[in-house]
């Protein structure tokens, strides 16, 4: 079955780094997009950056030339190298694989991993 494993979250201070990674299994890695979204108590999940198969990357505004989203296809994985965090970035940071064209809704995506919870403190 397909199983999406999130690792490299964490308590930081604000102002720290952090970079997160997802292995995903059973599935034709290279034929999917990649997602990270995140959700902060009490809030609906949401986008916070996505890489398609050739590359492509798009950002959520608020993380625009904070964070980093990259992909090895060779090793079949995507990682969100995490830049000067802020406390609003606190979260449960989940990844996640879509064949469909829209990487930015949550709608999209077909498989998602168990999250990992990022804390960033001020």
């Known amino acids: 079955q397909v199983q999406l494993v999130e690792s490299g979250g964490g308590l930081v201070q604000a102002g720290g780094s952090l970079r997160l990674s997802c292995a995903p299994s059973?599935?034709?890695?290279?034929?999917?997009?990649m997602g990270w979204f995140r959700q902060a108590p009490g809030k609906e999940r949401k986008f916070v950056a996505a890489?398609?198969?050739?590359?492509?990357?798009y950002y959520e505004d608020s993380v625009k030339g904070r964070f980093t989203i990259s992909r090895d296809n060779a090793q079949n994985t995507v990682s969100l190298q995490m830049n000067s965090l802020k406390p609003e970035d606190t979260g449960v940071y989940y990844c996640?694989?879509?064949?469909?064209?829209?990487?930015?809704?949550?709608?999209?995506?077909?498989?998602w991993g168990q999250g990992t919870q990022v804390t960033v403190s001020s």
């Open positions: 996640a694989a879509t064949k469909n064209y829209w990487v930015v809704n949550t709608q999209s995506y077909d498989y």
């Open positions: 059973g599935l034709t890695f290279s034929l999917y997009a």
């Open positions: 890489i398609r198969s050739t590359g492509s990357t």
